[in-house]
């Protein structure tokens, strides 16, 4: 680290950082850090804060005049080691991206309500330097501005505001699910155009995939001796800073949770496409090749063009998983099967987020109420 005058050094992220001392507890030194993009600035704000050092006792001390920075920095570096990369890549994102611009220079100790609702609308509003961000990617930054605070009370004993009322309110989004006539048309017209890319919309069709997990998907996880798909990969593209430069870069991992590493029983039918169409091992399952895959985002816009081809309405690609849930309900699936098939941790969540009964489960329910209207 570049080092230019006393105790001013220049970051690898490009950032200017100042050490100053700021109190002595039990002999021992305790310092300050503060940041700027300059060097110019760094100097002038390290000349503001800097004076001798305050003589503190351990019983005494109380650690208020961390900024926030440095707190959610060291937050950072401690949680990382724990997480799996996707989780520190969005973590790191958050806290670079939406935190640090807001409140970076603040005494986290300083940090008020007011304050923190006022980020929180400044998130959800378009004010022309972002995008509105959607309730559910607020309530991410929330949970991650929650675990500094609790970290800064902890681990630093800084007197900081209890943030446990802040919550945002999130409306149940209307999820797409294909009628059974577009499932049946889809079906056709995956059968009668089938390639590998097709088969892989197929499999998720009638197994309930994601699409992380069917671009992951290799032949060698088809067990075909007991006519089972192992699913214990996932895909995803990463957002990552890269000197302050916002990169991407694609991830193959095992799944966030155990629950989602799973065995599917492969339908019939089904199987058997699978069987004739059987690639080497070591191949990617919407390729065939194992150096080439196929990546989420372009599986999307696959997906795209062949229901705009069905002449099917507009749908995403998690329509397939969610079609999927509901057909089972409706064909009386036990629901702990359907639920570990999916790889959900217990049966509330399938319930919950996965299954909605269509309109023709519910007039079929309601006929079952004719019986009562009988006449003598």
Same mark, same amino acid.
């Given at each position: 680290?570049?080092?230019?005058?006393? @105790?001013?050094?220049?970051?690898?992220?490009?950032?200017?950082?100042?050490?100053?001392?700021?109190? #002595?507890?039990?002999?021992?030194?305790?310092?300050?850090?503060?940041? %700027?993009?300059?060097?110019?600035?760094?100097? %002038?704000?390290?000349?503001?804060?800097?004076?001798?050092?305050?003589?503190?006792?351990?019983?005494?001390?109380?650690?208020?005049?961390?900024?926030?920075?440095?707190?959610?920095?060291?937050?950072?570096?401690?949680?990382?080691?724990?997480?799996?990369?996707?989780?520190?890549?969005?973590?790191?994102?958050?806290?670079? !991206?939406?935190? $640090?611009?807001?409140?970076?220079?603040?005494?986290?100790?300083?940090?008020?309500?007011?304050?923190? @609702?006022?980020?929180? @609308?400044?998130?959800?509003?378009?004010?022309?330097?972002?995008?509105?961000?959607?309730?559910?990617?607020?309530?991410? !930054?929330?949970?991650?501005?929650?675990? /500094?605070?609790?970290?800064?009370?902890?681990?630093?004993?800084?007197?900081?505001?209890?943030?446990?009322?802040?919550?945002?309110?999130?409306?149940?989004?209307?999820?797409?699910?294909?009628?059974?006539?577009?499932?049946?048309?889809?079906?056709?017209?995956?059968?009668?155009?089938?390639?590998?890319?097709?088969?892989? /919309?197929?499999?998720?069709?009638?197994?309930?995939?994601? #699409?992380?997990? !069917?671009?992951?998907?290799?032949?060698?996880?088809? $067990?075909?001796?007991?006519?089972?798909?192992?699913?214990?990969?996932?895909?995803?593209?990463?957002?990552?800073?890269?000197?302050?430069?916002?990169?991407?870069?694609?991830?193959?991992?095992?799944?966030?949770?155990?629950?989602?590493?799973?065995?599917?029983?492969?339908?019939?039918?089904?199987?058997?496409?699978?069987?004739?169409?059987?690639?080497?091992? @070591?191949?990617?399952?919407?390729?065939?090749?194992?150096?080439?895959?196929?990546?989420?985002?372009?599986?999307?816009?696959?997906?795209?063009?062949?229901?705009?081809?069905?002449?099917?309405?507009?749908?995403?690609?998690?329509?397939?998983?969610?079609?999927?849930?509901?057909?089972?309900?409706?064909?009386?699936?036990? $629901?702990?099967?359907?639920?570990? !098939?999916?790889?959900? %941790?217990? #049966?509330?969540?399938?319930?919950?987020?996965?299954?909605?009964?269509?309109?023709?489960?519910?007039?079929?329910?309601?006929?079952?109420?004719?019986?009562?209207?009988?006449?003598?």
């Amino acid at each position: 680290m570049p080092r230019r005058g006393e @105790n001013i050094y220049k970051r690898k992220d490009g950032r200017w950082e100042g050490r100053y001392a700021k109190s #002595v507890i039990n002999g021992k030194i305790q310092y300050g850090y503060i940041y %700027a993009k300059t060097y110019k600035d760094t100097k %002038a704000k390290l000349s503001s804060v800097s004076k001798p050092p305050t003589l503190v006792t351990a019983e005494s001390q109380i650690m208020s005049d961390y900024n926030f920075e440095t707190i959610a920095l060291e937050w950072l570096s401690n949680i990382s080691c724990q997480l799996k990369k996707s989780s520190a890549v969005k973590y790191a994102n958050i806290v670079n !991206i939406h935190l $640090l611009p807001c409140f970076a220079d603040k005494l986290i100790s300083n940090i008020t309500i007011d304050e923190v @609702n006022e980020f929180c @609308n400044s998130l959800l509003l378009n004010n022309g330097n972002h995008q509105a961000l959607s309730p559910k990617s607020v309530t991410s !930054i929330i949970s991650v501005l929650k675990s /500094i605070f609790k970290y800064a009370a902890q681990a630093k004993r800084c007197p900081v505001i209890n943030l446990n009322g802040i919550s945002i309110k999130q409306l149940q989004p209307r999820l797409r699910i294909l009628s059974s006539v577009e499932q049946q048309r889809l079906s056709e017209y995956l059968f009668d155009n089938l390639t590998l890319c097709n088969l892989g /919309i197929l499999l998720c069709l009638y197994t309930g995939l994601r #699409v992380g997990e !069917i671009c992951a998907l290799k032949w060698e996880d088809i $067990l075909f001796d007991e006519r089972i798909l192992y699913v214990h990969r996932t895909m995803q593209r990463l957002q990552i800073l890269d000197n302050n430069v916002r990169k991407t870069e694609i991830l193959i991992s095992t799944p966030k949770s155990e629950c989602s590493m799973r065995k599917i029983p492969v339908p019939d039918k089904l199987f058997d496409l699978m069987l004739e169409y059987k690639q080497p091992a @070591n191949a990617y399952f919407l390729t065939g090749l194992p150096d080439k895959y196929i990546e989420p985002r372009t599986m999307q816009n696959r997906f795209k063009r062949v229901i705009k081809s069905c002449g099917i309405e507009d749908a995403n690609f998690h329509a397939l998983r969610h079609t999927f849930a509901t057909r089972c309900v409706e064909l009386g699936f036990d $629901l702990k099967s359907l639920s570990e !098939i999916l790889g959900h %941790a217990n #049966v509330n969540i399938t319930l919950n987020r996965y299954v909605h009964p269509s309109m023709e489960l519910k007039r079929q329910n309601m006929d079952k109420l004719s019986e009562l209207l009988t006449v003598k």
